[in-house]
């Protein structure tokens, strides 16, 4: 894989401030074919390195630090692990293919139908489909000898569909069949159309008309080239009562409209899903459910591993559980702010002094604790007033062991993340390139601590620190760092940094 050009083409992409999501093409390149080489990525060094390439593009899509784990990266740019896709995608090929798949326990997957089950194209039947809007159009088109309505139903989690079968002004005859709690409304209408071109076949009149209120299993019926097994079935049966002499319209109805046929195929299909005790007439699960129950076992797996592993402690305390994260962080706007509380990873004496880049991990309040990003956003009294207000918004105190809960409802959410970027731009903020030039090569001293109020300080303080670390947010809209990364601001640097303040330069690990 060439991985060195996939860099190169990402790159190229966050640097152009193309929209984030044009990223996510990426991982359909990475996956291709990837049914055919799935065994691959269980072995460890296979799975090393599509972790490696993983981690750099979701710290970018979160817009996180390229120090940040990959377990966190992933969480919060809310991409699944590459190998367990790879997994995911296989199992879906297999289980299309007819293979048995643990996961869904005994069901079996709906599979196309084989071409050999199709006619021979000189034996195919045009399907006429016609629409009908109201009531008006609907009374033109009554006259035929018998009319069929048919409808499925989803109710409580149960599925159904009938038939109600009409001559002249008075119900004939009615039927109802029940299908697995897995299948999909489609499914029950296909199969109800299906039953009802049986019932065609099996009827001595000669002139029908099905009505049906499901344009899309119309649709499927409809199109010669659908292999939806349903849909060849009901292909097969109807080009049996052409052979029977039989003439057969379809016709589309709009569903709830007060016609009395669709009302009772309607009530029918209803009283099927929930009162008929009798074995499925259709049981294959759709290629939907087996994705759901796919991506639930990957969530799983997900899950195990998030937890089990030592990294991303930070991110664990906003989201202790992995696939909850992924439900909720595709609501939330990730910044560069949001992604450094969420993290860690920014201008904390705490992480600096982690990564070399500061003697000591303290906070300006407190000589004895660090400076850590729950320090900040809950303890520290530095920020006092801002963390009050916002619990008076809250109606709560602010606690480590809440934040999971605030995550989960949106407004909470909201006014935590606001109070987070505002502290967090307040003390890390986009002004530390003007601090830096007033004072080239400035290097705080106790003295001037002493000197300035504590919040002054504080800022300065992490101000510098920046400056002097060098470390940079993934993120293109954050400026170069100094080319030396040397704990010293050399003038050249802010020069550079004046006469192109904009410049994108993306991160090459
Ligand atoms: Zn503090």
Known sequence: MA?????????????????????RVVEPVILYASSAWAPAANKLGVRKRLSAVQRSFAQKLCRAYRTVSLNSALVLAGVLPLDLRVREMASLYVAKRGAHL???????????????????????????????????????????????FTDGSRIEGKVGAALSIWIGEAEAKTLKLALSPHCTVYQAELLALCEAANE?????????????DSMAALQTVADPDSLHVLAVRMRGALSHCKTQGKSVSLFWIK???????????????????????????????????AKHVIRMDTLGEWDRRYSAEQTASVTKLYFPIA????????????????????????????????????????CICDPYVDESVAHVLLECPVFGSARFDLEIELGQRLDARELPNLMQK????????KYAIKIIKEAYGSTSASWMRQYPGARLTDYDVAGMTIVIAFIKAARLEIAQS??????????????????TVSSATIELQQAIPTINQPTND
Not at 410 to 417: D, G, I, K, V
Not at 472 to 484: H, K, L, Q, W, Y
Request: hydrophobic fraction near 40%; aromatic fraction near 8%.
């Open 3 to 23: 991985v060195g050009k996939f860099h190169e083409i990402l790159d190229k992409i966050i640097s152009d401030n193309v929209p984030v999501k044009v990223v």
């Open 102 to 148: 643990p996961v869904l326990g005994d069901r079996d997957i709906e599979r196309v139908a084989s071409a050999l089950e199709r006619p021979h194209p000189a034996e195919q039947v045009g399907i006429e489909l016609r629409s009908l809007v109201d009531e008006e159009q609907y009374l033109e088109h009554r006259g035929y000898e018998v009319r069929i």
């Open 200 to 212: 065609i076949s099996r009827r001595k009149e000669n002139v029908f008309a099905i009505f049906s």
């Open 255 to 289: 569903a709830h409209a007060g016609l009395e046929g669709n009302q009772r195929a309607d009530a029918l299909a209803k009283a099927a899903a929930l009162r008929l005790k009798k074995k499925p007439n259709y049981d294959r699960c759709p290629v939907s459910f």
């Open 323 to 362: 696939s909850e994260a992924y439900r909720i962080i595709r609501k939330i706007e990730m910044t560069k702010e949001v992604a450094q509380a969420f993290t860690g990873h920014g201008g904390f004496s705490e992480y600096l002094a982690r990564f070399k880049c500061k003697e000591s991990p303290a």
């Open 410 to 417: 949106t407004c909470a959410r909201n006014l935590f993340l």
């Open 470 to 487: 060098g470390f940079r947010c993934t993120a293109p809209e954050i400026g170069p760092a100094p080319s030396n990364s040397a704990l």
